[in-house]
């Protein structure tokens, strides 16, 4: 039985508001507590979102870390992700840009595509912002 407490609200609240971003357990934690307590409770309520579909959780097996995206039951196994490593952003590709890439893909190599899946890189403005420090 899933109870819709206060800290559910504030997970929810919280990553529907910044859904094109993801965060680390700690970093909700760090958004969400005033106090500090309650980690493990966040910890539970965040595992119970991701089993809903609500949120989705996104693993780095480059860096083994793991984020937290608010799709609120969006339907997020039908296209392909750009994750940023630079600033964490996350794009959410077309369904036909989606269906395109994974053909190609297929075509090209022989390689079936799982859509809903994630590629990493870097984004637009990470791209920017280090050839100004070039």
């Known amino acids: 039985m899933k109870y819709n407490t206060g800290k559910r609200e504030l ?8 859904s094109s971003e993801s965060f ?4 909700i934690c760090e958004r969400i507590l005033e106090d500090g307590h309650g980690r493990s409770t ?4 965040t595992s ?13 097996e480059r860096t083994r870390h793991c984020t937290y995206q608010y799709v609120g039951g969006e339907e ?3 296209h392909l992700h750009l994750k940023c490593r630079g600033c964490g952003k996350l794009i959410h590709l077309e369904r036909a ?11 090209a190599r022989g390689f079936s595509l799982e859509c ?19």
């Open 76 to 78: 997020c196994h039908s």
């Open 24 to 27: 680390t357990l700690e970093q």
């Open 116 to 134: 809903g899946g994630m590629l990493f890189g870097r984004c637009e403005s990470c791209i920017l912002s280090k050839e100004e420090h070039i």
């Open 48 to 60: 119970e979102l991701v089993a809903e579909g609500r949120i989705r959780k996104i693993s780095d």
């Open 42 to 45: 966040v910890y539970r309520i």
């Open 11 to 18: 997970i929810t609240d919280f990553l529907s508001s910044h």
């Open 97 to 107: 840009i989606s269906e395109y890439l994974a053909d190609k893909i297929l075509d």
